[in-house]
């Protein structure tokens, strides 16, 4: 800036008298304007039966990773590492692992999340083994390639490890009846914070449990691997809280856990709320609750089927994504903000949490009630916003893979119209936001029944409040010298 408050700029399009202008990377200015969703090539990543998909970014070594139950290998949990490449909207995958050696049980519903730590990831699955325990094993990304490495631990490699307390998980309602989330606030190799995981039982209790990563790099054999110290804590007891999802927030080091309770008898009297309630783990491992049980939503919602819950650290909300469901089946997409701003680390059980507002995100493409077939909520740092993806009921076929976008502005929600991905018979989607090239990866299981994956940028505004610079003298066509106040 040369003569503040005036500058002179190569103009990039038109620009008319008194638009607001903002300045772009190449020094040129610009009148801002809205770019429309734009969607890669579908990839195959798998071209067996990739069921159960889920996803993540890890961000030591820019790399997506996607986990799976291989149908075609007794449901082993398997999982591949990429990189996108941004400009192309493509992944170039590496070789897939599996996680675990034995193939006797049937092992389903993975989830993955990234721990922060010198490449690892952890990853969750349901397992007919045992009474229906969850387990888990981590997983490295590669600095060179898109290798994996499992975790060297030979406890872990043949079934998993076993998360204590977590036995006769619910399966009826699919992928969501567990979720992971790690507490992603510190790299320090010493603290090794760790993450919970959150399960509906068979008794629709919602139980919480804590998980450590050993974190000493110079120790290879020790490095990465899981421990579960610590209590389980019930988060929800009583009613039907079918789904369960769990994310964390680093401003404060908790996380919020929301589960979709269903109420009323099925029929005329049918209803239900979206519960949710804060929680930490201490300095010895165990669960804390911050807040109690508190139904956020701001209507009934039916049988809600909750999907997802994202963080935005530019609002410091989550945004939960579900499945509003009536007693005549009939299906809509909603989205609904969620604020723990108040409530801090430690805070205790006086701390509560307010209700919510919601948005209708779908009511044409809706949702398909075949096993909730939601995905996950992801919040885009780049564009401010949340994608949400689910398999469409209606238009323009059965079964379609659907997305939506919900913007913020501070006081109130909006949406972008729901867009198709892929027309076919898709289900069981996953989606994650790569920071490194501002991208977002949905992957999800094709009509081939091959695992695929769809590189996208969402619907966006390019005005920013970091590239806004002033407002335009006066008209200015493309390449001219524009003045700007």
Same mark, same amino acid.
């Given at each position: 800036?040369?003569?503040?408050p005036?500058i002179?700029?190569t103009?990039s399009?038109?620009?008319?008298?008194n638009d607001a202008?903002i300045i772009?990377? !190449?020094?040129t200015v610009?009148?801002?304007a809205t770019i429309a969703?734009?969607f890669?090539?579908? *990839?195959e990543f &798998? &071209?067996? *039966?990739?069921m159960?998909?889920?996803c993540? @970014?890890e961000?030591?070594n820019n =790399?997506v990773?996607?986990? @799976?139950a291989d149908s075609?290998a &007794? #449901?082993q949990?398997k999982a591949?590492?990429?990189t996108?490449d941004?400009?192309n =909207?493509t992944?170039?995958w590496?070789?897939?692992?599996?996680?675990?050696?034995?193939?006797s049980y049937q092992?389903?519903?993975?989830?993955?999340a990234?721990?922060?730590?010198?490449?690892?990831?952890?990853v969750v699955?349901?397992?007919?083994?045992?009474?229906?325990?969850?387990?888990?094993?981590s997983?490295k990304t590669?600095?060179?390639?898109?290798s994996l490495?499992?975790?060297a631990?030979s406890?872990n490699?043949?079934y998993?490890?076993i998360?204590s307390?977590?036995?006769?998980a619910y399966?009826?309602?699919?992928t969501?009846a567990?979720d992971i989330?790690?507490?992603?606030?510190s790299?320090d190799?010493?603290?090794a914070?760790?993450?919970?995981?959150v %399960?509906t039982?068979t008794?629709y209790?919602?139980?919480a449990?804590?998980l450590?990563?050993?974190?000493k790099?110079?120790?290879?054999a020790?490095?990465?691997?899981?421990?579960?110290?610590?209590?389980?804590?019930n988060?929800?007891?009583g009613?039907q809280h079918k789904?369960?999802?769990i994310?964390?927030?680093?401003d404060?080091?908790?996380?919020?856990?929301?589960?979709?309770e269903? %109420?009323?008898d099925?029929?005329s009297?049918?209803?239900g709320?979206?519960?949710?309630?804060?929680i930490y783990?201490?300095?010895?491992?165990?669960v804390?609750a911050n807040?109690a049980?508190?139904s956020v939503?701001?209507?009934?919602?039916?049988?809600?089927?909750?999907?997802g819950?994202s #963080?935005?650290?530019?609002?410091k909300?989550?945004?939960v994504?579900y499945?509003?469901q009536?007693?005549?089946?009939?299906s809509?997409?909603?989205?609904?903000?969620v604020?723990t701003n108040s409530i801090?680390?430690g805070?205790?059980?006086?701390?509560?949490l307010a209700t919510g507002t919601s948005?209708?995100?779908?009511d044409?493409?809706?949702?398909?009630?075949?096993h909730?077939m939601?995905g996950?909520i992801?919040?885009?740092e780049?564009?401010?916003?949340?994608?949400i993806q689910w398999r469409g009921?209606?238009?323009?076929n059965a079964?379609?893979g659907?997305?939506?976008?919900?913007?913020?502005?501070g006081?109130?929600?909006?949406k972008i119209?729901?867009?198709v991905? !892929?027309?076919?018979?898709?289900?069981?989607f996953?989606?994650?936001y790569d920071?490194d090239t501002k991208t977002s990866l949905v992957? @999800?299981h094709d009509?081939?029944?091959d695992?695929q994956?769809?590189?996208?940028?969402?619907n966006?505004?390019t005005?920013?409040d970091?590239?806004?610079?002033?407002?335009?003298?006066?008209? #200015?066509s493309?390449g001219?010298?524009?003045?700007?106040?």
């Amino acid at each position: 800036i040369s003569a503040a408050p005036e500058i002179e700029a190569t103009a990039s399009g038109a620009i008319a008298a008194n638009d607001a202008v903002i300045i772009n990377s !190449d020094g040129t200015v610009s009148k801002p304007a809205t770019i429309a969703s734009a969607f890669g090539s579908k *990839q195959e990543f &798998s &071209s067996n *039966q990739a069921m159960f998909i889920d996803c993540c @970014y890890e961000p030591v070594n820019n =790399k997506v990773v996607v986990v @799976y139950a291989d149908s075609n290998a &007794s #449901y082993q949990i398997k999982a591949i590492a990429g990189t996108v490449d941004g400009s192309n =909207k493509t992944v170039t995958w590496g070789t897939a692992i599996a996680l675990h050696t034995n193939t006797s049980y049937q092992c389903k519903f993975p989830k993955i999340a990234a721990t922060h730590y010198n490449g690892w990831c952890v990853v969750v699955w349901w397992s007919s083994y045992d009474s229906n325990r969850l387990k888990a094993n981590s997983i490295k990304t590669s600095s060179s390639d898109n290798s994996l490495t499992l975790q060297a631990n030979s406890t872990n490699q043949t079934y998993g490890l076993i998360i204590s307390e977590l036995s006769n998980a619910y399966t009826s309602t699919k992928t969501y009846a567990f979720d992971i989330a790690w507490n992603t606030g510190s790299a320090d190799d010493t603290s090794a914070p760790g993450g919970i995981v959150v %399960q509906t039982s068979t008794g629709y209790a919602v139980k919480a449990k804590g998980l450590k990563m050993y974190r000493k790099a110079s120790e290879p054999a020790n490095d990465g691997n899981l421990q579960n110290p610590g209590n389980s804590l019930n988060i929800f007891t009583g009613m039907q809280h079918k789904n369960v999802a769990i994310a964390f927030n680093p401003d404060n080091n908790n996380y919020l856990v929301v589960a979709g309770e269903h %109420q009323g008898d099925g029929g005329s009297n049918d209803y239900g709320t979206i519960d949710a309630r804060v929680i930490y783990r201490n300095d010895s491992d165990n669960v804390i609750a911050n807040t109690a049980k508190v139904s956020v939503n701001d209507e009934n919602v039916g049988d809600p089927g909750i999907w997802g819950v994202s #963080y935005a650290p530019k609002y410091k909300k989550f945004l939960v994504g579900y499945r509003w469901q009536n007693n005549t089946n009939n299906s809509k997409v909603y989205a609904l903000l969620v604020d723990t701003n108040s409530i801090t680390l430690g805070g205790g059980a006086t701390q509560t949490l307010a209700t919510g507002t919601s948005i209708l995100v779908d009511d044409t493409i809706k949702s398909s009630g075949s096993h909730m077939m939601g995905g996950d909520i992801v919040f885009d740092e780049d564009k401010n916003c949340w994608i949400i993806q689910w398999r469409g009921s209606t238009s323009p076929n059965a079964n379609t893979g659907a997305i939506g976008i919900v913007k913020y502005d501070g006081t109130s929600l909006s949406k972008i119209t729901a867009a198709v991905f !892929d027309s076919g018979n898709s289900r069981y989607f996953s989606n994650t936001y790569d920071p490194d090239t501002k991208t977002s990866l949905v992957a @999800y299981h094709d009509s081939t029944d091959d695992g695929q994956v769809i590189v996208m940028v969402p619907n966006h505004d390019t005005l920013r409040d970091n590239n806004f610079i002033g407002f335009a003298q006066a008209g #200015y066509s493309n390449g001219a010298t524009a003045k700007v106040s």
